[in-house]
């Protein structure tokens, strides 16, 4: 995580023993009003984390085996790429002033939802259902069935 960095793809940092540090990409990260609610689930985590999702790169001869196709602040987000399996999700630490941007952002455009009760509507349920069903089969249940379903010499 290198906040300001300048574009690089698969970057050599430093190198220890067998570990080898990259800078894998540059990507922006990018926050939406809309997702302040997830924010503040990211920045209430024990470490605050952004989650960088990367994918196989497919290519035959590729230098490196992935590419980073996005960086988020929402944990939401990162679940949901997670759920489809064909991305791979990594939970990075933020870096402090990385939260306090998240932070500020927040502070500026998060609106509380009001909660609204569902109200039950009054419609009756005992009543007749007209249209439901074909009036030409006889029924001991209450089943949909189609004209079709009773021709001889079809199984049921």
Do not use: N
């Amino acid at each position: 995580m290198l906040p300001g960095a300048a574009p690089a793809y698969w970057q050599k940092l430093r190198e220890e023993d067998d570990a080898v540090e990259y800078h894998a990409a540059t990507v922006p990260l990018e926050l939406f009003r809309t997702d302040t609610q997830a924010y503040l689930t990211a920045l209430s985590e024990t470490v605050p984390s952004i989650y960088v999702v990367l994918r196989s790169c497919d290519e035959p001869g590729a230098e490196h085996p992935l590419d980073v196709v996005l960086v988020t602040a929402s944990p939401y987000e990162g679940q949901d790429y997670a759920d489809t399996g064909e991305e791979i999700v990594e939970k990075v630490p933020m870096p402090p002033g990385l939260i306090a941007w998240i932070r500020e952002f927040v502070e500026r455009h998060h609106e509380e939802d009001e909660f609204v009760k569902r109200k039950r509507d009054k419609k009756r349920i005992d009543l007749v259902e007209d249209g439901i069903g074909d009036a030409r089969i006889s029924q001991l249940s209450d089943v949909y069935r189609t004209p079709g379903s009773k021709r001889k010499g079809r199984l049921q």
